[in-house]
């Protein structure tokens, strides 16, 4: 275990980055960092979340997020439970205040949810005596991925203050974008969004970035390399020519990291769409940095986990990790 962690952490919830400090920010990261090693060990459990129940409730579909919240809790020894909207009494007609309710009626004591609309967390977290943590919700925030993805750097870099990331791909429908321009301005990093006009967000620079169209000058300067797919499924119209126009022009591959700088990190949250915004020599190579990320997602959902429903205030992490 590292030093002990004070936590200066007083919030019931975890909606988005937005609204939270750069010291809070920390506190998570430095909480994941002492977590980490628990998942090295050859029994990768601690008693922190002993008697805690945490629901995964997922009204879209999953991998990665999902994966490394049941381990996480299964982690700190809390009982977990996966609810799928598909298989839930949601197909019925009960609405999500509902559900919730009911399930609150059990005695849990943690909420994760994933909604294909913004703002569906906050709406649990107005009715619920449990935890809401946003585990995605719509083109809004994802904040635990922004956090694993800060934490990856921080890992590779020792820092985020000052650094390069250019963020490349369909800005306007991600959530990863948005929590993580969130995060990372607020830890200092210098940010650069990259997409054709159709894709980015009208006054994305109020978020404190840059803007280019051009994907080799978002390359040429990076320190970090954040590559998002196009997210078809929440687009309404066809917002680019096509796939192969939009590959030319963004794609990340051999020749377009011909200048980019020897250190560079390459990141992607998944799910990825080969041969479109990455070719695998991108994200199979040296540079390529995004199976840390999925590795570190279980280290800072621990984290996040234990602050929230496990942490008095002011204790030390050490007390809980054994
Ligand atoms: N990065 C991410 O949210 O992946 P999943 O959709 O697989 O959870």
């Given at each position: 275990m590292s030093a002990a962690i004070e936590t200066l952490w007083t919030r019931k919830h975890l909606l988005g980055l937005e609204d939270l400090s750069a010291d809070e920010i920390n506190t998570i990261l430095k909480t994941a960092a002492s977590l980490k090693e628990v998942s090295l060990r050859p029994i990768k459990k601690v008693p922190a979340l002993r008697g805690k129940t945490i629901v995964n409730l997922f009204f879209e579909p999953s991998t990665r997020t999902r994966?490394?919240?049941?381990?996480?809790?299964?982690?700190?020894?809390?009982?977990t439970i996966n609810i799928a909207s598909s298989s839930s009494s949601l197909t019925k007609g009960e609405t999500i205040i509902d559900t919730v309710n009911n399930l609150e009626a059990l005695k849990v004591d943690a909420f994760v949810v994933r909604h294909a609309s913004a703002g569906v967390p906050n709406l649990i977290a107005q009715h619920a005596r449990a935890s809401v943590i946003n585990a995605?919700?719509?083109?809004?925030?994802?904040?635990?991925?922004?956090?694993?993805?800060?934490?990856?750097?921080?890992?590779?870099r020792k820092k985020i203050a000052g650094l390069k990331v250019s963020i490349?791909?369909?800005?306007?429908?991600?959530?990863?974008?948005?929590?993580?321009?969130?995060?990372?301005?607020?830890?200092?990093?210098?940010?650069?969004?990259?997409?054709?006009?159709?894709?980015?967000?009208?006054?994305?620079?109020?978020?404190?970035?840059?803007?280019?169209?051009?994907?080799?000058?978002?390359?040429?300067?990076?320190?970090?390399?954040?590559?998002?797919r196009i997210q078809h499924e929440r687009q309404e119209t066809q917002l680019i020519p096509g796939i192969r126009e939009y590959r030319l022009r963004y794609?990340?591959?051999?020749?377009?990291?011909?200048?980019?700088?020897?250190?560079?990190?390459?990141?992607?949250?998944?799910?990825?769409?080969?041969?479109v915004e990455l070719d695998s020599?991108?994200?199979?190579?040296?540079?390529?940095?995004?199976?840390?990320?999925?590795?570190?997602?279980?280290?800072?959902?621990?984290?996040?986990?234990y602050l929230v429903i496990g942490a008095p205030e002011g204790t030390p992490l050490e007390g809980a990790v054994v």
């Open positions: 994966t490394s919240f049941e381990l996480a809790a299964k982690r700190l020894s809390a009982d995605g919700d719509g083109a809004h925030e994802h904040p635990t991925q922004a956090l694993l993805d800060l934490f990856t750097i921080q890992e590779h490349i791909g369909d800005i306007s429908h991600s959530r990863v974008a948005r929590s993580n321009i969130w995060g990372l301005t607020k830890l200092g990093a210098e940010v650069t969004v990259c997409a054709p006009p159709t894709l980015l967000p009208v006054e994305i620079e109020r978020m404190g970035v840059q803007v280019t169209h051009d994907a080799n000058e978002a390359v040429e300067n990076a320190d970090v390399l954040m590559l998002l794609g990340i591959d051999a020749q377009r990291l011909e200048k980019a700088k020897p250190d560079l990190l390459i990141m992607h949250p998944g799910p990825v769409n080969r041969g020599f991108a994200a199979d190579g040296k540079s390529s940095v995004i199976l840390d990320q999925v590795t570190n997602g279980v280290a800072v959902r621990m984290a996040v986990l």
